[in-house]
């Protein structure tokens, strides 16, 4: 079984500020790893995922993410953040094999102050 | 490629009343599961079906069931409402493999 702990349940940032979101992950076996992004009133979109290769991945719109297996993380990154970057971001693990369900964090809502 | 549909959009049923939510996945995606989010448990996995067959089921009551279609779509039915069952129920598609869900808009589901 996989658990996710996402440390921070709101994070306030100054509009062109840096932001990370913190991300732990518990797992027996080897893991894929998620980010998604819910805006309000709306379902869940991936931002960006770790399947294996690269330790640090990125999306289109700048943020990044680094998996450290040694940590057990997959903290979320982003050098700027913009007005629009307000929402809900949800951490989420799945084991690599047989059993693919998505197990998520309990989300950190990101706030941009103007 | 149109996204992942889901119908309603918002639904509002009485206590002990039963409910069936609608989703279509992307073309091509064989695999649909279920979630549903709340304020206090957060998003918790219900099921998902594979090729018509149920391959993995969450920890929920019998009171939820679902069941896929030869055409990917697939259903979702809560029998006995409960004033706890007021969620947003989330469905996901993907490809085989591990590329990551495509997830639709949801169903916001309030149970009074």
């Known amino acids: 079984a996989q658990s996710v702990t996402q440390l921070d349940s709101q994070v306030p940032v100054f509009e062109e500020a840096p932001v990370e979101l913190r991300c732990n992950y518990s797992?027996?076996?080897?893991?894929?790893l998620f980010w998604y992004v819910q805006y309000p009133n709306q379902g869940l979109q991936l931002l960006l995922k770790?399947?294996?290769?690269?330790?640090l991945v990125e999306s289109i719109n700048g943020f990044e993410a680094e998996f450290n297996k040694s940590q057990t993380s997959f903290h979320l990154r982003k050098p700027s953040v913009h007005i629009s970057d307000t929402a809900e971001y949800f951490c989420?693990?799945?084991?690599?094999?047989?059993?693919?369900?998505?197990?998520f964090g309990t989300g950190t809502r990101l706030t941009i102050i103007p | 490629k149109a996204g992942v549909t889901q119908t309603p959009r918002y639904l509002i049923k009485t206590r002990g009343q039963q409910v069936t939510l609608s989703c279509s996945p992307i073309?091509?995606?064989?695999?649909v599961s279920w979630y549903q989010q709340t304020p206090g448990q957060g998003l918790q996995f219900l099921f998902e079906?594979?090729?018509?067959?149920?391959?993995n089921k969450g920890n929920f009551p019998g009171r939820f069931s679902g069941r896929q279609f030869s055409n990917s779509r697939s259903e979702m039915n809560v029998s006995t409402l409960e004033l706890g069952d007021s969620a947003l129920y989330l469905c996901?598609?993907?490809?085989?493999?591990?590329?990551?869900?495509?997830f639709g808009s949801g169903t916001r589901l309030t149970v009074v």
């Open positions: 770790y399947l294996s290769g690269s330790t």
């Open positions: 073309s091509g995606h064989r695999s």
């Open positions: 079906y594979f090729s018509e067959t149920q391959r």
């Open positions: 797992s027996s076996v080897s893991v894929y």
């Open positions: 989420a693990v799945s084991s690599n094999f047989g059993n693919e369900k998505l197990t």
């Open positions: 996901a598609s993907r490809e085989k493999g591990p590329y990551g869900y495509t």
